[in-house]
């Protein structure tokens, strides 16, 4: 099988990244504003390298740090999506998707497109009419919370509450689903998590989590979720980072994140597995300076997980998939 080959072809699609943090004029504490247009060593993605890993189309979170929630969270979402928009401005070789489409589109000619997903439901501010809005800024998805707890549910890192959705976040979901807007219920609760998965009536997502039953860490998901999950219509897109791939440091590696699509695809199907590489969301490079520790050391590196697949004896069609093309059917059904 010529890995290779299939890589080259394929549309591509990663369906987290927190780049935009560090592209910003005010970069998140840690951060070091960066050069989007420019190959550079610092993180994980800029467009240089997201070329060199044949990625189509990578989703950017619009991330809503702490110091801005609640009250200034619709500001800070709106300070990112100018960033964007000023990305986009500057070069025509990096373009916006909005539905299946425009990634299809961006393929064929050559170009790499991104998607716009906000990460902390704050942003909307308790207001349909602010999701609304930000829709029409071209966000086609949004993770309802982060780690806290929010008016619209549980995110992971609540401990005590135990409660799923609130009626906000009822309304909220619902109204996603009128309009075509993905949820995203990765760094939600377990009883947000079957909330959502109650009151869902189209494929909801979990952008970049991975599983529980290989690593413990509580953003990951049970074979239950992912069963849930895949009986809505969604996809998992598992995530590189260190602690979701196994509890053991020493464990990471590439091969494990794959023993992670392998068990999606044991419990699942093949069709709800993705990618979700959280790339420039942790620290690089992956797992530190050794290089056993590494998954991946940057986003130009992704050729290497398809010659893993192929290692393994995934088909061409279930290659494809993986590689982007369940992404690109929820896109389809959910976005247009």
């Not at 393929?107 to 602010?130: F, N, P, Q």
């Not at 959502?196 to 952008?207: D, N």
């Not at 970049?208 to 849930?228: F, G, K, M, V, Y």
Request: proline share 4%.
């Amino acid at each position: 099988m010529d890995a290779q080959r299939i890589h080259r072809e394929s549309i591509i699609i990663d369906a987290h990244c927190d780049t935009l943090l560090s592209l910003m004029d005010r970069p998140w504490p840690g951060y070091v504003k960066r050069d989007f247009f420019t190959r550079g060593d610092r993180g994980h993605i800029d467009l240089p390298r997201l070329k060199e890993g044949g990625v189509t189309c990578q989703v950017m979170a619009v991330y809503i740090e702490p110091q801005y929630k609640p009250v200034r969270s619709a500001r800070r979402a709106m300070e990112m999506l100018d960033t964007f928009y000023s990305l986009v401005d500057e070069s025509e070789d990096f373009t916006l998707a909005t539905c299946a489409r425009d990634i299809e589109e961006a393929k064929a000619a050559g170009k790499t497109c991104a998607l716009l997903s906000i990460e902390g439901g704050e942003a909307v501010e308790g207001s349909l009419a602010l999701l609304r809005g930000f829709y029409r800024l071209g966000v086609r998805a949004m993770g309802l919370t982060w780690n806290q707890r929010n008016d619209i549910a549980d995110g992971v890192g609540e401990k005590s509450a135990g409660s799923g959705l609130t009626d906000f976040g009822v309304s909220l979901v619902k109204e996603m689903e009128r309009i075509g807007m993905l949820v995203d219920v990765s760094h939600l609760s377990d009883s947000s998590f079957w909330a959502v998965a109650k009151v869902a009536e189209r494929p909801f997502i979990a952008s970049h989590s991975n599983c529980r039953a290989l690593a413990s860490h509580p953003r990951n998901l049970t074979d239950e979720q992912i069963e849930a999950i895949a009986k809505k219509g969604g996809v998992i897109g598992v995530v590189y980072c260190p602690a979701f791939v196994d509890d053991s440091p020493e464990n990471v590696s590439l091969k494990r994140l794959c023993d992670h699509i392998d068990h999606i695809k044991s419990v699942a199907g093949i069709d709800h597995v993705g990618l979700g590489s959280d790339f420039d969301g942790f620290g690089s490079p992956l797992g530190g300076p050794d290089a056993a520790k590494v998954v991946l050391k940057d986003v130009s590196e992704l050729p290497k997980l398809t010659e893993e697949l192929a290692s393994r004896g995934y088909t061409e069609e279930e290659i494809r998939k993986v590689l982007g093309g369940n992404w690109l059917r929820v896109y389809r059904e959910v976005l247009g």
